[in-house]
C-alpha cells in the first residue's frame, strides 16, 4: 500500500487537525484536534473524523482511498512512502 503523492501532510495547514499514524497509513483526526467538537459530533453522527486531505480534490471522508490504486482517479503513488 503506497500513499498518493497528492497528499498533504502539512500541519500549518489544518491547525485544528490532529495528524496522527497508524501501522499503515498516516490520516487527520478532526476531532482530536479541535475541528469537531463531540457536541457536533452528537448532533451530526456522520460527520467525517478521519480524513484525509488532498492538494486536488481537498478533503476525502475517509482514510484509505489515497493509499489504494483505484479507487480514485487522481490516484498517483508517491515516489516514497512518508
Same mark, same amino acid.
Given at each position: 500500500?503506497? !500513499?498518493?503523492?497528492?497528499? #498533504?501532510?502539512? =500541519?500549518? %495547514?489544518?491547525? +485544528?487537525? +490532529?495528524? +496522527?499514524? #497508524?501501522?499503515?497509513?498516516?490520516?487527520? #483526526?478532526?476531532? =482530536? *484536534?479541535?475541528?469537531?467538537?463531540?457536541? @457536533?459530533?452528537?448532533?451530526? !453522527? %456522520?460527520?467525517?473524523?478521519?480524513?484525509?486531505?488532498? +492538494?486536488?480534490? *481537498?478533503?476525502? %471522508?475517509?482514510?484509505?482511498?489515497?493509499? %489504494?490504486? *483505484? @479507487?480514485?482517479?487522481?490516484? =498517483? !503513488?508517491? @515516489? @516514497?512512502?512518508?
Amino acid at each position: 500500500m503506497k !500513499p498518493c503523492k497528492h497528499l #498533504d501532510y502539512n =500541519e500549518k %495547514n489544518y491547525p +485544528k487537525c +490532529k495528524l +496522527k499514524t #497508524d501501522v499503515l497509513v498516516k490520516f487527520w #483526526d478532526r476531532l =482530536e *484536534g479541535g475541528f469537531v467538537t463531540q457536541s @457536533e459530533l452528537e448532533q451530526f !453522527p %456522520n460527520t467525517a473524523i478521519k480524513v484525509q486531505f488532498c +492538494k486536488k480534490r *481537498g478533503r476525502i %471522508n475517509g482514510i484509505f482511498q489515497c493509499y %489504494n490504486a *483505484g @479507487e480514485l482517479s487522481c490516484y =498517483e !503513488p508517491a @515516489e @516514497e512512502v512518508r
